[in-house]
Structures are given as structure tokens and as C-alpha cells.
DNA sequence: CGGCTCGTACGATAGCCCTCGTAGTACGGT
DNA sequence: ACCGTACTACGAGGGCTATCGTACGAGCCG
């Protein structure tokens, strides 16, 4: 049997990545928020709990699988908690640049609208 | 007077252009495909039943007013015709390489899925 | 075991969004 | 003046989405 501490999760291949999904879920600020943060701590994964979200604990569930799904995000859990990591290795494989391009427009617009 | 040709369209200022309002108009699939349409032919103004779109033209109208409202695309009439061109320079000033990501990444998806 | 924390499931609500059809306006040409 | 073309406005339907509250399951620790 698999160890205790894994239950496992739907996560979308490498190559079911539409970028219109990707998009999408990058298009709420909640969630783009959480992709940075990610990115900015890109060797460590996250817990759910650690992100400090103007959202109750349900909707954070829901933007957390929203990014499952969209494959922009890998989950794992242990034990009690689910720690999130970008999926940088599949994102750069099928669209080279692309997450950079993301996260430094998202870094640009933080900045011009104080929001950082 | 203005030229008689000329009803202006309300556009948002390069400062107001959101990305998460950019990532939203091109989670769609119609408008990411005008979107590709109106880079590959970047130095024409292209005219909105110069799409061969498959929905209505209702709905088209709907789509470039997304596009416009998003600040992707610039409208201006030409007679009845109203025409379309990218707001490249806007974007490129606020995120830049962002449109290129994206219109590359979308090439790949295209080519990958033969959808080109 | 008992409780604590982390996250989930489910239902509900309200808003947005894609789609369409119909009816109408603006402009150019005959 | 008239007609045709290009686009719009309005309203409606149906689906998706963001949000929440409450109730629940899974694992850790005393």
C-alpha cells in the first residue's frame, strides 16, 4: 500500500496544459497572487495555510484547485497539510518564456500600483 | 468638427491597462484567435467581418469589446467598417515581452494541437 | 482516546459571461 | 431617396465562478 501520507490528486499532464486554462486562472487576482508568492519561494513548497489571503478557507480551497486543474500548480500532501509548487519544469517545456513573461508583468503592474 | 468618418470608441489609458484584465480576454478562445490574427498582420488595421469567426456577429461585437475594453486592441472607424490593430506599443511598454510570451506560447499550443 | 489543525465537501447565493435573435443605427453607393 | 452593408443595442437564456457557512474527514500529538 502506498504510504499513509499520500492521498493523491488529479493533476492534468504535462501535455492536457491548454494555455487557455493557464490564462484563466491567472486572470483572478487571488490566485495570481498565490502564483507569485510560489514563484518568489520557487525551491520551498507552500502549505495552503501559509498564504495570507483576503479569502474564507473554502474559496481558498477552490483558487487552489482552480490552479491544480489549469496545471499551473503541483500538490502534494504531508501529512495534514497540502503543499503547492509551480510546475516551472512543465510550464517552460511546452511554453518557453511564457511564466517568466507572467510573473515579471505581474511584478511590473505590483509595483506601478503599489500593491507589492 | 471632427471628420465625419469618426465615432470614437472609449478606450482605457496605457496606466489603466490591468493584466489580469489582458490574461482574462485571452482565456478565450475566440478572442485569443484575434488576437494571433491581428499580430500576424501587425501593420494592417484589420476590420471586424474580416474574421471568419464561429459564432455570430453579435457575439463577435461582444469579443471586441472585451478586446478594447481589456486595452488589447485599438477600434476606430473607417466609414462603417470599424478597424483593429493591436495596441503593441502600450503593452510592450507596460509588460514587456509579455505579448510576445503570450503569442508565441499560443503558436506552440496551435501547432501542438493542429489547430493552426 | 480526545482534541487540535489542516483541508474538503456540499449547498446556496449572487454575479458575471458567452451565446444568440431581433430590431435598429450609421455610413456609403446607386 | 433608397438600398445594402457593417456594426450596435437590448434583452434573454444557460452556464460558469467567486464567495461564503457549516459540517465533515485525515492526520498529528499529548
Known amino acids: 500500500m502506498p504510504p499513509a501520507t499520500t492521498r493523491d490528486l488529479p493533476h492534468p499532464a504535462r501535455e ?4 487557455e486554462s493557464v490564462l484563466h486562472a491567472l486572470s483572478d487576482p487571488v490566485r ?6 510560489l514563484a518568489a519561494d520557487s525551491d520551498e513548497l507552500l502549505s495552503c495555510s501559509h498564504f495570507d489571503l483576503p479569502v474564507t478557507k473554502s474559496t481558498t480551497t477552490h483558487h487552489f484547485r482552480v490552479l491544480r486543474e489549469s496545471g499551473l500548480v503541483r500538490q502534494t500532501y504531508r501529512g495534514t497539510a497540502k503543499m503547492n509548487g509551480l510546475r516551472r519544469d512543465d510550464l517552460d517545456a511546452l ?3 511564457l511564466l517568466d513573461a507572467l510573473l515579471a508583468a505581474a511584478a511590473r503592474q505590483a509595483a506601478r500600483l503599489g500593491t507589492d
Open 16 to 19: 492536457e496544459i491548454r494555455l
Open 32 to 37: 495570481l497572487r498565490i502564483v507569485r508568492e
Open 95 to 97: 511554453y518557453p518564456g
